[in-house]
């Protein structure tokens, strides 16, 4: 379902899986041959506020959400991963050098798109179901 609002300001997608994606489309500085970036709201369902993520991002997560977690917030994996986007201990020191609480789905999801941005999926467990389908 595709809800527009103004002169393409807001787009609203609602994508069915493990997440609700609001996608907002920011006009602020077009640039003639360049598509504006594209963000989504993540929802965090009962576990806290929307996070704002890339849209390239939120595409491909739902599939490692749902492969990692099955889409529980409140899953623990075997190595004492948390969250949807299962974030390994390891990265807890680095989450809380940011002020982010590795308690908090939110700020997980955050810590998961900086991850992504530097490494891709390559941290994730699930990212060979990601190769295999494209």
């Not at 500085?29 to 806290?48: E, F, H, K």
């Not at 680095?94 to 941290?123: C, H, I, N």
Request: glycine share 8%; net charge neutral; charged share 20%.
């Amino acid at each position: 379902m595709t809800i527009r609002v103004g002169l393409s300001a807001l787009v609203v997608t609602i994508a069915a899986a493990t997440a609700l994606l609001l996608v907002v489309r920011t006009p602020l500085l077009p640039i003639p041959g360049i598509p504006p970036p594209v963000y989504v709201l993540w929802s965090n369902g009962m576990d806290g506020p929307p996070t704002l993520v890339p849209e390239r991002f939120a595409r491909d997560a739902v599939g490692i959400v749902s492969c990692e977690s099955g889409g529980d917030s409140e899953v623990v994996g075997p190595a004492g991963e948390l969250g949807r986007l299962q974030i390994h201990p390891i990265h807890f020191p680095g989450m809380k050098r940011l002020r982010l609480d590795p308690a908090y789905e939110p700020d997980r999801v955050r810590y998961a798109v900086l991850l992504w941005t530097a490494q891709g999926w390559e941290p994730w467990s699930c990212n060979s179901a990601l190769k295999e389908n494209r």
